[in-house]
């Protein structure tokens, strides 16, 4: 992934993908950082699925909110690094 085309191509893969927060891409460096709440093999999955190629490089549970601070349980974020 080294192109606008191939963001927009991992983009729409996600799209819809329950769980899935934020896509913070990195062109230069072909690097993805996916935050999302679930398990991480459904992301793995959809961007397999676009012929890029996947390398989960890191996965992180991110540090829970203050409890009056969301709804959401703590330890559902999670942070996804690929190499695309």
């Known amino acids: 992934m080294d192109c606008p085309t191939e963001e927009q191509l991992v ?3 996600l799209d819809g993908l329950g769980g899935v927060g934020s ?3 990195d062109l ?5 950082v996916v935050t999302h709440a679930g398990p991480v093999a459904p992301v793995i999955a959809a961007v397999e ?7 989960l ?3 992180q ?4 909110p203050p409890a009056d601070a969301s709804t959401e349980r703590p330890g559902e974020a999670r942070v996804l690094v690929a190499v695309l």
């Open 11 to 13: 983009r729409m893969a």
């Open 23 to 25: 896509l913070d891409f």
């Open 28 to 32: 230069p460096a072909r690097r993805l």
């Open 49 to 55: 699925r676009t012929g890029l190629g996947v390398d």
């Open 57 to 59: 490089e890191d996965t």
């Open 61 to 64: 549970v991110a540090a829970a």
